[in-house]
Nanobody, 129 residues
Framework: VQLQASGGGLVQPGGSLRLSCGAS?????????VGWLRQAPGKEREGVAC?????????YYSDSVKGRFTISRDNDKKTVSLQMDNLEPEDTATYYC?????????????????????WGQGTQVTVSS
């Protein structure tokens, strides 16, 4: 599955952005865990959020984004979105969407991108005044 990520950009502190992740072929992402990780120059890779393959599984958020970011599925559009509110300069990074069986790979510093089942090209998020 080839993933496509979109929605990055430049925003002022306190602003919002919405990232979207979908399969380039339009393939459904059902039955897969889908999430976002980010990498900023000179900083550790971080798993940001992951939504499990079923509502029975808890959604994961890193402590740094909890309460500000919301991950959700749009099954009609076959996409997963990351709504990012109250953005901070520390959120500046390249964001990657990825898929796997479980959300475990997103937890903590997150696994290297190549460990995921598939991943998309990064989308740049810059938070600056």
């Amino acid at each position: 599955v080839q993933l496509q990520a979109s929605g990055g950009g430049l925003v002022q502190p306190g602003g919002s952005l919405r990232l979207s992740c979908g399969a380039s072929s339009g393939t459904s992402l059902d039955y897969l865990a889908v999430g976002w990780l980010r990498q900023a120059p000179g900083k550790e890779r971080e798993g940001v959020a992951c939504i499990g393959s079923s509502s029975r599984y808890p959604t994961y958020y890193s402590d740094s984004v909890k309460g500000r970011f919301t991950i959700s599925r749009d099954n009609d559009k076959k996409t997963v979105s990351l709504q990012m509110d109250n953005l901070e300069p520390e959120d500046t990074a390249t964001y990657y969407c990825a898929i796997d069986i479980w959300c475990d790979r997103w937890k903590g510093s997150a696994s290297p991108i190549t460990d995921f089942r598939s991943w998309g090209q990064g989308t740049q998020v810059t938070v600056s005044s």
